[in-house]
């Protein structure tokens, strides 16, 4: 199940009672209040979320973190796997009890800012089979990029793994590095996406997703 997320419309009192003093601790190291804001609604919506599909208080959601950073549910809830994004406008997250996944969300916007910087996160083999005329090489810069993050941050490596050593081209396209096999990669599609690219990376054999919008 993927759910979207407005972090806008959470409520400050929900907000409040949702996070962990380490938590509030983090926000607080924002440099503007917006940007911790946004990130205190975006992690208080993922512990609602993990919170329901327990049955459990949010507030006392134990998380723990991967050798790379990676967040995760601590015992005896850690067969709920779950990952986050977000960009300025909404966030995404993924569920799942099947094993790892990976989720990334970007802005559409954002495709022009790729071009001219291939060679630090494409292979050699995706660099020869991007279209020429600007705007289409754009869009696929940008279909890559969220590719990979997904495949990464399920894989929960992130950028560790360097990203220009992993090819998606090719049949298939779910990523020819030996560590990335048992993975599927699948673009996501709601009316509330219309403005973004979004990908999410699951373990092979899940039929299909769900995609939900927050209800706070």
């Known amino acids: 199940m993927v759910v979207i997320v407005d972090p806008a ?13 380490a938590e509030q601790e983090q926000a607080a190291r924002f440099r503007f209040e917006k940007d911790a804001r946004h990130w205190r609604a975006c992690r208080t919506a993922l512990r609602t979320i993990l919170g329901r599909a327990l049955g459990i208080d949010p507030a006392g ?3 723990e973190f991967g050798e790379h950073g990676k967040p ?4 005896p809830h850690d067969g709920l796997h779950f990952n986050l994004s977000h960009c300025h406008d909404l966030a995404l997250v993924a569920l799942s009890r099947s094993g790892p996944l990976g989720i990334d969300l970007e802005p559409a916007d954002r495709a022009g800012s790729l071009l001219g910087c291939e060679s630090s996160f494409c292979h050699p083999q995706e660099i020869d089979a991007l279209p020429a005329p600007a705007d289409a090489r754009a869009a696929a810069l ?3 990029w969220t590719s ?4 990464l941050k399920a894989l929960g490596t992130g950028m560790s793994l360097a990203p220009e050593s992993v090819s998606l081209a090719g049949p298939g396209g779910h990523g020819s590095h030996p560590r990335l096999r048992g993975f599927t990669l699948r673009p ?3 009316a509330a996406l219309e403005k973004h690219v979004a990908r999410l ?3 092979d054999g899940i039929a299909g997703i769900e995609v939900r919008e927050f209800s706070a």
């Open 142 to 144: 940008l279909d890559l």
């Open 201 to 203: 990376a699951t373990p």
């Open 188 to 190: 996501l599609h709601h």
């Open 72 to 75: 995760r549910l601590a015992p």
């Open 148 to 151: 990979k993050e997904a495949l």
């Open 9 to 21: 419309g959470i409520p400050d009192e929900r907000i409040a009672a949702c996070l962990s003093t």
């Open 61 to 63: 959601l134990v998380l």
